[in-house]
């Protein structure tokens, strides 16, 4: 069934959420989330940066009738968005919930998002290439995400002639995606390695295993706050299970480092962060504006507070919620005569987003 | 002009100039090699073919080596 709009996700930070944002899961201390997504492309046809809008009406139309012959147990129904025809609002929710990207949503018609019910799964048409096939879960299960999209994937290769050679692999539009067309990245949150200045010296570590290292809203992003994408740089040489085993044990490293700092800072400053976790509490209660920045940066703080036993009721579930509420995607896709207009209604309405899930928060704690 | 601005190829990283052979299409998609220097993106699966050794050339350097040893068709 095709739907223009995404109405699960076009409200304003109220409304129902990505499942990859509910609930605990491992490691979610720090890892908020695991994604893996798989490129493809459908052979015979040029890849979307090249295609005329015919040939990627074409190639839309193979992909969209490929995937609803296919009926996959765990995935279950599937809604099909046409980007083009999604409000400004509902193209931002789709970036900040990560079931597709700025690009895709910018690159004009014929653009399309298979999202299941649960919007951990989403099948991309006409991004970078034909088909992304992509998975997010919360928190540390970047197998769990493989195992889904590699029976997606393996659906779709049924259904499909896809552009691949026997040396090198699945072929992709980016030279660097060819072979596995495999990216594996988890999403994590590291405020005490940048508090203890120990963030230089992870990192190193992770990029010693292949591991690369971007913002919130990946390549260039520059949005801090403490939460980074890392994922695999090497699409060839290694199996699928082999880079997903790679990318786990970079988040679980990440995650004892980070676990450790944190038990670091509360034995030796433990006034300090005090006043730290104080001081963005006060910053969000008298907030009339908040820029996206300053926005990531206190939720940051008071989700660092949080695991370490202040009361700024920022559990998992808030502070993944209120992330995806940030809509940093807005401030990306709006066009130039609507940015100023869009940027200012979000920063307005965001300290009151944040009081209000906060204060909910605090009363389902205390009933 | 390009050459002049080698730290803006994005293929290969530094690069050192482009020759002749740089110039040549892709039958298919006419897709130039300089093209897929500078962005580092092919326009379609048959610039593997036209480009071969050039993109073969690419993925050693990044991946240290050009052979797929994952999932296959």
Same mark, same amino acid.
């Given at each position: 069934?095709?739907?223009?709009?995404?109405?699960?996700?076009?409200?304003?930070?109220?409304?129902?959420?990505?499942?990859?944002?509910?609930?605990?899961?491992?490691?979610?201390?720090?890892?908020?989330?695991?994604? &893996?997504?798989?490129?493809?492309?459908?052979?015979?046809? #040029?890849?979307?940066?090249?295609?005329? @809008? #015919?040939? %990627?009406?074409? #190639? !839309?139309?193979?992909?969209?009738?490929?995937?609803?012959?296919?009926?996959?147990?765990?995935?279950? %129904?599937?809604?099909?968005?046409?980007?083009?025809?999604?409000? $400004?609002?509902?193209?931002?929710?789709?970036?900040?919930?990560?079931?597709?990207?700025?690009?895709?949503?910018?690159? $004009?018609?014929?653009?399309?998002?298979?999202?299941?019910?649960?919007?951990?799964? *989403? &099948?991309?048409?006409?991004?970078?290439?034909?088909?992304?096939?992509?998975?997010?879960?919360?928190?540390?299960?970047?197998? !769990?995400?493989?195992?889904?999209?590699? @029976? /997606?994937?393996? !659906?779709?290769?049924?259904?499909?002639? &896809?552009?691949?050679?026997?040396?090198?692999?699945?072929?992709?539009?980016?030279?660097?995606?060819?072979?596995?067309?495999?990216?594996? *990245?988890?999403?994590?949150? &590291?405020?005490?390695?940048?508090?203890?200045?120990?963030?230089?010296?992870?990192?190193?570590?992770?990029?010693?295993?292949?591991?690369?290292?971007?913002?919130?809203?990946?390549? $260039? %992003?520059?949005?801090?706050?403490? /939460?980074?994408?890392? *994922?695999?740089?090497?699409?060839?040489?290694?199996? @699928?299970?082999?880079?997903?085993?790679? /990318?786990?044990?970079?988040?679980?490293?990440?995650?004892?480092?980070?676990?450790?700092a944190r038990e670091i800072l509360l034995k030796t400053q433990p006034d300090e962060m005090q006043q730290i976790v104080e001081s963005a509490q006060v910053t969000l209660r008298d907030a009339e504006r908040m820029s996206l920045d300053e926005g990531v940066r206190v939720l940051s703080t008071l989700r660092l507070g949080h695991l370490m036993g202040f009361d700024?009721?920022?559990?998992?579930?808030?502070?993944?919620?209120?992330?995806?509420?940030?809509?940093?995607?807005?401030?990306? /896709?709006?066009?130039?005569?609507?940015?100023?207009?869009?940027?200012?209604?979000? @920063?307005?309405?965001?300290? !009151?987003?944040?009081?209000?899930?906060?204060?909910?928060?605090?009363?389902?704690?205390?009933? | 002009?390009?050459? +002049?601005?080698?730290?803006?190829? =994005?293929?290969? =990283?530094?690069?050192? =100039?482009?020759?002749? +052979?740089?110039?040549?299409?892709?039958?298919?998609?006419?897709?130039?090699?300089?093209?897929?220097?500078? +962005?580092?993106?092919?326009?379609?699966?048959?610039?593997?073919?036209?480009?071969? +050794?050039?993109?073969?050339?690419?993925?050693?350097?990044?991946? =240290?080596?050009?052979?797929?040893?994952?999932?296959?068709?």
């Open positions: 069934m095709r739907h223009s709009g995404l109405s699960a996700l076009s409200g304003t930070g109220s409304g129902k959420h990505p499942s990859w944002i509910h609930g605990s899961a491992p490691l979610s201390d720090v890892v908020i989330s695991s994604r &893996v997504r798989l490129a493809r492309n459908v052979t015979g046809n #040029v890849f979307p940066h090249r295609a005329t @809008e #015919v040939e %990627s009406a074409r #190639v !839309a139309k193979q992909v969209l009738n490929a995937v609803h012959r296919f009926n996959l147990r765990t995935v279950g %129904s599937l809604q099909t968005l046409d980007i083009d025809a999604l409000s $400004g609002q509902q193209k931002a929710a789709l970036v900040d919930s990560h079931l597709t990207s700025v690009p895709h949503v910018l690159a $004009g018609k014929h653009r399309y998002a298979i999202v299941d019910h649960k919007h951990t799964v *989403s &099948v991309l048409v006409n991004e970078e290439d034909h088909i992304r096939v992509q998975v997010i879960l919360p928190g540390l299960q970047a197998e !769990a995400a493989w195992r889904t999209a590699d @029976e /997606i994937d393996n !659906a779709l290769l049924r259904e499909l002639p &896809v552009a691949y050679d026997p040396e090198l692999g699945f072929l992709t539009a980016s030279v660097a995606n060819c072979g596995m067309g495999l990216r594996v *990245s988890v999403m994590v949150h &590291v405020p005490a390695l940048t508090l203890t200045n120990r963030l230089d010296a992870t990192w190193t570590a992770a990029h010693s295993l292949d591991a690369a290292v971007r913002g919130l809203y990946g390549e $260039g %992003s520059q949005i801090g706050g403490n /939460i980074y994408q890392v *994922s695999n740089v090497v699409s060839m040489g290694s199996t @699928e299970l082999q880079t997903v085993g790679k /990318i786990t044990a970079v988040a679980t490293y990440l995650q004892a480092e980070e676990a450790g700024t009721c920022v559990t998992d579930q808030v502070f993944a919620e209120l992330l995806a509420g940030l809509r940093g995607g807005t401030q990306m /896709i709006a066009s130039p005569d609507d940015r100023a207009r869009d940027i200012f209604y979000q @920063e307005t309405r965001r300290p !009151a987003l944040f009081r209000n899930r906060i204060r909910a928060e605090r009363g389902a704690d205390a009933a | 002009m390009l050459a +002049d601005q080698p730290e803006q190829l =994005g293929l290969f =990283g530094k690069f050192e =100039g482009l020759g002749v +052979d740089d110039l040549a299409l892709c039958p298919s998609c006419s897709t130039s090699l300089a093209q897929v220097y500078v +962005d580092g993106r092919v326009g379609c699966e048959q610039c593997y073919v036209a480009f071969r +050794d050039d993109i073969k050339r690419a993925l050693v350097m990044i991946h =240290g080596t050009s052979r797929h040893t994952g999932k296959t068709l």
